[in-house]
């Protein structure tokens, strides 16, 4: 997909969010995390910001990569929202190098 494309569909699936927070039960890393970015609804929220700025904070990067991609997430969005979809395709502009991010990435982990 173009990088391009691939920004519409985050910001697409972002404005779908309702903020509900029915995903984060569900997930199996937000426990784990020092913040919301380890969640579904904040991983969906931290790609479009990086789409948005072009740019992300290495604690958006390790939100985004600490994902399982496991979709348990999924199952409980009444809205629909790709989750999944969107940190694949957040991942996909990182690499590209069309999302800037900081050369050095923590990745904390409490619990
Ligand atoms: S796909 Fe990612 S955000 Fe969704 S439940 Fe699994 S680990 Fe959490
Ligand atoms: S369940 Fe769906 S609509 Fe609700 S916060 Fe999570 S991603 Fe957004």
Known sequence: ??????????????????????????????????????????????????VENGSISAEGVAGI??????AACMLRCPAGVDIVGVVRLARELLARGAIRAPERIPLRLVG
């Open 1 to 50: 997909m173009e990088p391009g494309e691939a920004a519409s569909f985050i910001l697409r699936e972002y404005s779908k969010c309702m903020s509900c927070g029915f995903c984060e039960a569900a997930c199996p890393t937000l426990p784990f995390g020092p913040h919301r970015g380890y969640g579904p609804r904040g991983r969906v929220r931290l790609a479009s910001l990086a």
């Open 65 to 70: 990569y600490t994902c399982l991609l496991c």
